[in-house]
């Protein structure tokens, strides 16, 4: 027994040497094991020149859902939400141009009106439509705008702590850009805890090493990341409360009771201007629902896909 005991301790000891040394292919390998467990495969696709990158799982045959992530985030943020998805539909999750594994041009237009028409040339290309399309945060901003834009594709919109709103109440974010602040920009490394809390009611557990490696990669993106947020809030600024009205799919409304970067009441101005739209709070929970809870997520939208 001892030495059994020692030969698995001397195992495990070359399997932590070996993350250590090579932290950028464990956390791929990490990632790949997500995605396989929840039935996703990472594909491509070029565009206009341009390579997309995405998940995808489910049946080619079975109804489309077309997944957008948020500011800062990418495609990942939804496999574990997807894990009961794939069952009974086609999920597509892409990495949105700027994100991700896509390229950084320093000459583009990342607003969300180009980047509509980027999403829509995309949907094109893999034949997506029709689709229920769904989006948190910048995504469900994006969403309800190609909703708005393209009502002939779309089946039904998801919203999951969606941007675009004019909230009655100040989130903690806005106040802090208010005051010249971004805090969903790195300013070093180390701040990764730091915006994972902000982001997370309840942070999702981030293995080592793959912690180190995405607050590296965070870190290294955070003055692009800049340069995205700036278009999302200048003049090429796009408020949903002259559009929500316009929307006549069934909506699905969800978002954190906690949320500290887009403030929960901002649900209270929607609802009027979509008296179709369910609307779910959750508790305990904060701006990403889809990687704080994602089976509870996931089961509230199956169940609202279930009555269309």
């Known amino acids: 027994m001892k030495k059994i005991a020692l030969s698995l301790l001397l195992v495990l000891g070359c399997l932590v040497a070996l993350m250590a040394a090579f932290p950028e292919d464990t956390t791929r390998l990490m990632f790949a094991a997500e995605r396989q467990r929840s039935g996703l495969e990472l594909r491509s696709t070029v565009v206009d020149g341009e390579t997309w990158h995405y998940l995808e799982g489910g049946s080619p045959d079975a109804p489309v859902l077309l997944l957008l992530h948020g500011f800062g985030g990418d495609k990942d943020n939804w496999t574990r939400f997807s ?9 597509i999750a892409p990495d949105l141009p700027g994100f991700g594994d896509s390229a950084r041009h320093a000459d583009w237009d990342y607003s969300l009106t180009p980047q509509s028409g980027r999403l829509e040339r995309f949907v094109a290309a893999l034949e997506l439509s029709p689709l229920h399309i769904g989006g948190n945060s910048m995504g469900g901003h994006l969403a309800a705008l190609y909703t708005h834009t ?8 998801m919203l999951l702590n969606n941007g675009g709103i004019d909230a009655p109440v100040q989130s903690e974010m806005i106040l802090a850009v208010g005051r010249g602040e971004n805090p969903l920009v790195l300013s070093s490394a180390d701040d990764f805890d730091r915006l994972l809390s902000f982001a997370a009611h309840k942070p999702p557990f981030v293995p080592w090493p793959a912690k180190g490696v995405l607050a590296k990669m965070t870190h290294e993106n955070a003055a692009f990341n800049s340069y995205i947020f700036d278009a999302l809030k200048d003049e090429r600024y796009v408020p949903l409360e002259p559009l929500l009205g316009d929307i006549r799919q069934p909506v699905l409304i969800i978002w954190g009771e906690f949320d500290r970067v887009l403030d929960v009441s901002s649900i209270e101005v929607m609802k009027p201007l979509m008296p179709q739209a369910q609307v779910i709070v959750m508790p305990d929970t904060g701006h990403v629902p889809m990687l704080e809870r994602p089976a509870a997520t996931a089961a509230h939208y199956l169940k609202f896909l279930a009555a269309l």
Do not use: G
């Not at 894990?83 to 999920?91: I, K, S």
């Not at 393209?150 to 919109?157: A, F, T």
């Open 83 to 91: 894990r009961t998805l794939v069952e009974d539909y086609r999920v």
């Open 150 to 157: 393209h009502p002939e594709q779309v089946r039904s919109l």
